[in-house]
């Protein structure tokens, strides 16, 4: 068998059975009949498992199919829209458990595999490249998902909450949508997004969250103006566009500019970003510097706190 074919069932083989598909139950008519379904992956001893919110909004009743064909009732631990990301328990023995990851080593053209269930098809396997990290998704309801992994792994409906995992096996995304009418362009909520999300969840019931009103892109800053400002930064976050009515639109940040620091920090990735807007401690008039053009401009901005319930 060839090296590229022998890569690929190694990293399925490592994370195949933590992967879930998820079956969603409503009332229809007084009776409780299959709303549609999803997919997911077991990310704890203990049960946890990730998915994403839209695939359980409105579920009464939540079953979770192992690859061994056994079913599961799983409770809903709590949700966060904002991040398009659900988490599940079951109470169960002997399941296995995938390795989460670290997105903040992952490079644009990385190899990388999406395992799901699309329209049932359980345990369906996709390949493809990241072609571009730290993307902010507009979602079909408008709602802004933010730290997002752009991929060429096809996904379909039944996909969404599965995991995307690089050559190791090792979980760096949890896959939320493909954009319709559109081909080879896939996107997933970045891993160690989902970890906090996660954690807050777990803890709290609930998500904290501040925002700026900014979609981000991540890029490379040009070494000349690196070297002239003698900037830490590799990369910085380009701003793509600028909600109206939003913190950011009463700042005198600009569509086009490029952010290189936050709240007197560095930063390279758009997850050290939203890591800062995680504090409660936001809520308040913090420092920005952005390149616009070729000039260094610093200014401030006040951050909102997003008030959206985790639990149902």
């Given at each position: 068998m060839d090296t590229f074919s022998t890569m690929i069932i190694e990293a399925v083989d490592k994370i195949k059975n933590a992967v879930v598909k998820i079956d969603v139950y409503k009332t229809v008519k007084g009776k409780l009949t299959a709303a549609g379904s999803g997919s997911g992956f077991i990310f704890s001893s203990d049960g946890l498992i990730f998915t994403n919110c839209h695939v359980v909004a409105g579920a009464e009743k939540i079953m979770v199919g192992m690859l061994n064909e056994n079913e599961i009732e799983a409770t809903l631990i709590g949700k966060d829209p904002d991040s398009d990301i659900a988490i599940l328990k079951i109470f169960a023995e002997g399941h296995s458990v995938a390795k989460l990851g670290d997105t903040d080593q992952l490079q644009i053209?990385?190899?990388?595999?999406?395992?799901?269930?699309?329209?049932?098809?359980?345990?369906?396997?996709?390949?493809?490249?990241?072609?571009?990290?730290?993307?902010?998704?507009?979602?079909?309801?408008?709602?802004?998902?933010?730290?997002?992994?752009?991929?060429d792994a096809a996904l379909n409906p039944g996909n969404s909450g599965g995991p995307l995992i690089t050559t190791d096996g090792e979980v760096i995304g949890v896959n939320t949508a493909m954009l319709q009418g559109a081909q080879g362009l896939s996107f997933s909520v970045d891993i160690n997004t989902a970890k906090e999300i996660a954690r807050q969840l777990i803890k709290d019931g609930k998500v904290f969250k501040a925002y700026v009103g900014i979609m981000l892109q991540e890029v490379f800053l040009n070494a000349k103006i690196r070297s002239h400002y003698n900037l830490a930064n590799k990369k910085g976050l380009f701003v793509t566009k600028i909600e109206a009515d939003s913190p950011a639109s009463r700042s005198q940040l600009q569509e086009g500019d490029i952010i290189i620091s936050f709240n007197g920090k560095p930063l390279n990735t758009t997850h050290a970003f939203f890591q800062e807007l995680a504090h409660d401690t936001i809520l308040s008039m913090v420092d920005i510097s952005v390149i616009r053009h070729t000039e260094l401009l610093n200014f401030s901005i006040t951050p909102a706190e997003k008030k959206i319930m985790a639990r149902r």
């Open positions: 053209g990385q190899f990388v595999i999406a395992i799901g269930n699309p329209y049932g098809y359980q345990h369906s396997v996709t390949t493809g490249v990241v072609s571009a990290l730290g993307r902010t998704l507009q979602t079909q309801s408008g709602r802004l998902v933010d730290n997002v992994i752009q991929s």
